[in-house]
């Protein structure tokens, strides 16, 4: 299967809850990025985690990576209705970023 | 902010015909990128592009695919001939250095008919 794989692929939630995405890839990263992408529209950039990070925290959004399992999460906290989306995760190889198929979060006001 | 633009932001082509996508990279950016998006589908990695070579190409890069910089400015895609499946989103990319985060642009809808 391909690097950067999402679970789950879709997730419903109420607003205010906490949603949390993972991601698993197959081979050795420089980085790990993870997008936020509203129906038809253009990438967001949302956080940036290295190989050489553990967590990272930006507002609502915390990211882990665990290199041992290849694999990362993303958590956002108190969601809100306007973050219904979807999420990619995208592991950077070299020169050459792999995306997965992307977790569609649909939060419920 | 600085942002990445594309334009045209939908461009209808038939079968066979060449189009040139246009990318304007954020300003002090290194390296480039194109990337496209089935309907419905993942984002696919097309190509790499620093220091004015490609640095990595995919599998769906083939020989009617092809990037440009002509200047200072525009990062471009060309693709020769284009087939019904094709069509797509795509989008442009650039990052600063490596290890830093990659913004993209809004994406040009490609149909072909």
């Known amino acids: 299967s391909q690097q950067g794989e999402e679970d789950p692929q879709a997730l419903s939630i109420q607003e205010g809850e906490n949603a949390t995405m993972n991601c698993s890839y197959k081979?050795?990263?420089?980085?790990l990025q993870w997008y936020r992408q509203n129906s038809g529209r253009g990438l967001v950039h949302l956080i940036l985690i290295r190989s050489n990070e553990r967590e990272k925290h930006s507002g609502r959004l915390r990211v882990t990576l665990d290199t041992s399992k290849k694999s990362s999460s993303l958590l956002i906290t108190a969601s809100r209705a306007a973050d219904t989306a979807s999420y990619f995760c995208?592991?950077?190889?070299?020169?050459?970023?792999?995306f997965g198929a992307g977790t569609r979060l649909f939060v419920k006001a | 902010e600085p942002e990445v633009t594309q334009t045209p932001s939908h461009q209808v082509t038939q079968m066979g015909q060449e189009v040139i996508l246009r990318c304007v990279p954020i300003?002090?950016?290194?390296?480039f990128y194109w990337y496209r998006q089935i309907l419905g589908q993942k984002v696919e990695f097309l190509v790499s592009f620093y220091n004015n070579e490609i640095s990595e190409k995919s599998e769906i890069f083939d020989d009617q695919f092809s990037v440009e910089r002509p200047d200072g400015s525009n990062f471009t895609l060309k693709i020769r001939s284009t087939k019904l499946e094709d069509s797509a989103m795509y989008f442009c990319?650039?990052?600063?250095?490596?290890?830093?985060?990659?913004?993209f642009g809004p994406g040009t809808r490609l149909t072909v008919t």
């Open positions: 081979t050795s990263i420089n980085n």
């Open positions: 300003s002090n950016h290194l390296y």
């Open positions: 995208a592991a950077d190889e070299g020169f050459k970023t792999i």
């Open positions: 990319a650039s990052r600063w250095r490596e290890g830093h985060e990659q913004y």
